[in-house]
Structure formats: C-alpha cells, structure tokens
C-alpha cells in the first residue's frame, strides 16, 4: 500500500558534499591566474577524475 520512502538523509548528504565539491573546483579554477593552460588542464582533469570515481561510490569520500 505505502510505497518504501527514499533515504532522504543520504541523498542531502550526497547532495552537500557535491555542491562543496564543485564550489572548491570553482575556486581552485578561478584563483589559477599564474599557471600555465598545462598546468591548469592537468588539475581540471585530475579533479574530473575524482569526480568520476566520487559519483560511481559517494559515500566514500
């Protein structure tokens, strides 16, 4: 009859822990102002790669 709820605690969690995620890559983009594109594109491409890893397992973190 009742549908099972969604654990709800564990998507907001998820959720903040995400948005402070994307909030330190934003300003660790932003605050690069001396490096060089290398330099930058190889932090970006490690951050996506933590990214990727974060969303297949979330609560490891």
């Given amino acids: 009859m009742f549908k099972k709820p ?5 998507i907001v969690k998820q959720t903040k822990s995400f948005n402070v995620f994307m909030l330190y890559l934003h300003n660790l983009i932003a605050f ?8 930058k594109d190889l932090v970006i491409w ?6 990727k890893s974060y969303q297949k397992n979330p609560l490891n973190l």
Avoid: D, G, H, I
């Fill in 32 to 39: 690069m102002p001396f490096k060089s594109n290398a330099e």
């Fill in 6 to 10: 969604l654990n709800t605690v564990a």
């Fill in 46 to 51: 490690s951050l996506f790669e933590k990214l």
